[in-house]
Nanobody, 129 residues
Framework: QVLLVESGGGLVQAGGSLRLSCEDS????????MAWFRQRPGSEREFVAT????????HYADSVKGRFTISRDNDKNTLYLEMGSLEPEDTARYYC??????????????????????WGPGTQVTVSS
């Protein structure tokens, strides 16, 4: 199984960029579908992006499409989220997650929190206006 820890969060001005990382200390993530979710105070956790275990397939939430890029380096056991053109609405705690499930073209399926078995503790991103 994986053991995930996120890093790279912080305070940034609107329009700025951040790069989040998620490292698997168990070095097992190459077998998992990996994803980023976020949660604002008082709101449910929401899907951001997901990446297939290999081959480069990805899905994005409409709210981040064109601004965020998910990538993974299985050799380094690390998942990334490059965030650009940040907006105050992107302020949230960001979590990486891992799932043993078949890849589908359905974003609604791939973005279901209940399908992800492993989660990191999260990293806070705050975007000031």
């Amino acid at each position: 199984q994986v053991l995930l820890v996120e890093s790279g969060g912080g305070l940034v001005q609107a329009g700025g960029s951040l790069r989040l990382s998620c490292e698997d200390s168990q070095r097992a993530m190459s077998s998992y579908t990996m994803a980023w979710f976020r949660q604002r105070p008082g709101s449910e956790r929401e899907f951001v992006a997901t990446a297939r275990w290999s081959g480069g397939d990805t899905h994005y939430a409409d709210s981040v499409k064109g601004r965020f890029t998910i990538s993974r380096d299985n050799d380094k056991n690390t998942l990334y989220l490059e965030m650009g053109s940040l907006e105050p609405e992107d302020t949230a705690r960001y979590y990486c997650a891992a799932a043993r499930m078949a890849w589908t073209s359905s974003i609604s399926t791939m973005g279901r929190t209940g399908l992800y078995q492993y989660w990191g503790p999260g990293t806070q991103v705050t975007v000031s206006s």
